[in-house]
């Protein structure tokens, strides 16, 4: 009975590990890994163990006897990935553990931040015996995007915070909610109580769409709408008006399915999930018939993965729509495609995702508000850029989401990459990029080191990468002992606690805990 890895992989390998075969494939060693949409079991190979059911943190790993009629689709994506034999050894090899040169003292590490990223940094520094790991986090909740990104009907993926509340509670680590690292305590002052920071700060602003009428009111982006629904402070009060009949998102991405998902399915299916009540109150009074999800690129260059598309094509209450026309020209044989030329009928009462090709948005029209957006259709050339063909379209709608990639923000005083969004950085070391010097004690994981890309498990590997860097130079000497420890002692909420913490990692405190 083989074993059938499904849509809500979170690919951070844990099942690789826990596999006696070396069944689950790519591996994290395999320079595959970082770019695959899944992990796939070898039905040829599976053992019947049961050992990646337990090991996977979201529950996406089932016997194929145990597949919904939804999931049957994965059986075949698994094998598919199986279908031409690889030479494999006979376990996946392991990352070497870490080792630490006995310098008479505990490492300890400040985190900032505390999404999936800051998690894995910890839980790979907590390897080390007696390490101190403490984690800083702006909001009064943990774990970043895994509560305030993933989407609420994305209940197994949301299930990953069962692995960081495991991290969260090794006794060598401290929790510091509701702490601004820059506003309430400096960089220089959490150094004066670790041997290292490491900024694990996520990108928290989107990519900007630069075209005419892109401010106009009804105009949103991803990292809005979806702050919004999941009830993120600072976009929770937000105002969302979806009195209009159609919505468009521009990009196709994850991202924009699962906003094109929340906007169109029945909002009784989201009742029992962590959706913020105030946009499942106007979910329920919504307009919205139809969402059109537009990409520039045909079907066969979509960003949104497999996995991602399958689950859409059997969301309750949503049909599907892509008219033949949109996929004359794409390539035979390829996944994504076949799948759309074979989507259910709709049902009645649907609400509708329009997927449309080869459209890139040129204006958002409209006085005092979105009335419609213009969109030239689109080629590519021989480099596979997109190419404007000037025959020109308008789409009516009330509301436009632009869902074209996050954004990482600048840090503090650290250097940036205003091009790409993150923070220059050398395995995770941060440095300047005009010396090409190392900032001392300094470094980044995530995607405000690597860019806004890969799924919750990819940054696993990146956090492990930049720990054994930040370990090589604890172990070289070039993080010297901080002549301080930063205690924060007060419960959340405790009034005075922000201040005592700044005292605190202040004072340079005599001796170490
Ligand atoms: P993304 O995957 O990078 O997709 C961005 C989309 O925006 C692409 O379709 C891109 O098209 C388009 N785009 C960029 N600039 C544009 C422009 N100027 N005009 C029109 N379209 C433009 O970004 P994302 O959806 O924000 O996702 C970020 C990461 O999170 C991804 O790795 C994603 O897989 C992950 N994620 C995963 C899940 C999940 O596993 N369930 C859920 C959410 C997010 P081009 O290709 O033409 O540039």
Redesign the pocket.
């Given at each position: 009975m083989p074993h059938v890895v499904t849509q809500s992989c979170v690919g951070d390998g844990s099942c690789v590990y826990a596999c006696p075969v070396n069944c689950i494939q790519p591996t994290p060693d395999d320079p595959a890994f970082e770019l695959a949409e899944m992990l796939h079991v070898d039905p040829a190979s599976c053992v019947d163990c049961g050992a990646c059911i337990s090991a996977c943190p979201v529950d996406a790993i089932k016997p194929h006897t145990q597949l919904t009629e939804a999931e049957r689709v994965f059986a075949g994506i698994n094998a598919e990935y199986h279908a031409v034999p690889k030479a494999r050894p006979v376990m996946a090899p392991m990352r070497p553990r870490l080792v630490v040169k006995d310098r008479g003292e505990a490492l300890r590490v400040a985190i900032v931040g505390s999404g999936p990223a800051a998690m894995y940094a910890a839980e790979e520094l907590l390897t080390v015996p007696d390490a101190r790991v403490d984690v800083y986090e702006r909001l009064d909740q943990p774990f970043g995007l895994v509560r305030t990104g993933v989407a609420p009907d994305?209940r197994r993926?949301r299930r990953v915070s069962r692995q960081m509340e495991r991290i969260r509670e090794s006794p060598r680590l401290s929790l510091h909610l509701g702490v601004e690292v820059g506003r309430d305590v400096t960089h220089e002052q959490l150094l004066e109580g670790h041997h290292a920071v490491i900024y694990a700060v996520g990108a928290a602003s989107d990519?900007r769409?630069e075209i005419p009428g892109a401010d106009l009111p009804g105009v949103v982006s991803?990292t809005q709408l979806v702050g919004w629904y999941n009830g993120h402070p600072d976009h929770a009060d937000r105002a969302v008006d979806l009195s209009h009949r159609r919505a468009v998102v521009?990009?196709?991405?994850?991202?924009?399915l699962?906003v094109a998902r929340v906007l169109t399915q029945d909002p009784d299916a989201l009742d029992d999930s962590e959706i913020a009540p105030a946009a499942l109150s106007a979910l329920r009074t919504s307009g919205i018939e139809e969402v059109v999800v537009l990409?520039?690129?045909g079907a066969e260059?979509s960003?949104f993965?497999l996995p991602?598309l399958v689950g859409l094509r059997s969301t309750p209450g949503v049909a599907l729509d892509v008219p033949a026309s949109e996929l004359v020209g794409t390539p035979d044989g390829h996944a994504k495609v076949a799948l759309l030329r074979d989507l259910p009928a709709p049902a009645p009462g649907d609400r509708r995702i329009a997927l449309r090709f080869r459209r890139?948005?040129l204006r958002v029209l409209g006085e005092g508000g979105v009335a419609a957006l213009e969109v030239e259709r689109t080629t590519t050339d021989a480099s596979c850029a997109?190419v404007g063909t000037g025959e020109l379209e308008r789409l009516d709608a009330g509301l436009i989401v632009t869902?074209?990639?996050?954004r990482g923000l600048p840090v503090g005083d650290l250097p940036y990459d205003a091009a790409r969004g993150i923070v220059p950085n050398a395995l995770g070391r941060v440095v300047d990029p005009a010396t090409a010097v190392p900032r001392e004690g300094t470094y980044v994981v995530g995607w405000i080191k690597r860019g806004?890309?890969?799924?919750i498990g990819t940054n696993k590997g990146c956090s492990q990468d930049t720990v054994a860097a930040l370990i090589e130079d604890y172990n070289a000497g070039l993080l010297p002992s901080p002549p301080a420890v930063v205690a924060d002692p007060a419960p959340v909420g405790a009034p005075g606690r922000r201040e005592r913490l700044r005292a605190l990692a202040g004072q340079a405190l005599a001796g170490r805990r």
């Open positions: 994305h993926t990519r769409l991803a521009i990009g196709n991405g994850n991202v924009a699962d990409a520039r690129r260059g960003a993965t991602e890139a948005p997109v869902s074209i990639g996050y806004p890309s890969g799924f």
